[in-house]
Each structure stands twice: as C-alpha cells, then as structure tokens.
C-alpha cells in the first residue's frame, strides 16, 4: 500500500549534476547501436516492469509507441512467453534481458545465450546487454528515489 506521507527523496539528477550527466550521455550513445530501436524499446520497458519501475515504464513505452509500435504487443509485453505476437528473435532477446535483470534467481545460461545467438551477432548481444544493464541501472536510480512519470490523468481521484 502506498501512503501519502512518505520522506522526500532527493533528485539525484540536482545533487550530482556533472555525474548524471556523464552517465545519460552514455545512455544516449545506445541509439548508434545496430540493434533495433524498437527492439531495445521492448527490452526496456520489460527490464522497467520487472523492476517496478513506474516512470521508465512510461518513459520507453512512449518511446515505443512514437516509434510506431502497437499497443496490443505493449499491453502483452507482462506475458510475452505466451503471447503470439513477438518474434522468435524478439523473445530470445527478451529471456536474455530477463535474465541479466533477475541473475540471481534466473540467470543467463547457455541455452538462453544459443538461442540468442542464433539471432544476434556477438556485437548485437553486446549492445542488448549494455542497454539491459543501463536500464537496470536507471531503473534502480528513479525507482529508489521515487520519480514518477507525469500524470495525464490522476487515476488516484477516482
């Protein structure tokens, strides 16, 4: 249950300027990478669900949907095992996501890294594993410290 009267966090991007911005910088060189940027999208957003991550959640799905991807496949994203509306590749990349996000309980094995592999070239799995781990990474900063997306509707008032 979330209660109103919680402690502010501090904005981390305020308190260390010149670092957060190094490090968004880096984030941004993933849009040279020869992955698809839907892809990545994809792979964020569900790194972002894993987490609980509420404002990366809504940042990449933005980014998705501005990139033409189509809701159904995001509101299927939760079950995408199941769903039959991603591609063999896409979920290869999605268990290899899941698996550097929950390494400890379900870590990347070598099954997962052959049926990777089987799509991806070594460069590409790199490039999946940097944006994984940078999304881990920006997932446990904005979660931590309670950033939350802009509301378009307050769906607290009912």
Known sequence: ?????????????????????????????????????????LVEIRIS???????????????????GERQQRLDTL????????FAPNEKAALAWAEGMTLI?????????????RDFFSENEVVELSLCAALANFWNRMAATFRKMPAAVVNCSDG
Request: glycine share 4%; aromatic share 8%.
């Open 1 to 41: 249950m979330i209660t109103k009267n919680r402690a502010a966090r501090p904005d981390y991007f305020a308190a260390k300027p010149d670092l957060i911005g190094r490090l968004r910088a880096i984030t941004r060189e993933r849009e040279s990478f020869a992955l698809d940027p839907k892809l990545r999208a």
């Open 49 to 67: 669900q894993l987490n609980g991550c509420a404002y990366c959640t809504d940042l990449h799905s933005q980014e998705a949907r501005a990139m």
């Open 104 to 116: 400890a309980s379900a870590p990347t094995g070598d099954a997962a890294y052959g049926v990777l």
């Open 78 to 85: 939760p079950v995408w095992r199941e769903s039959p509306f």
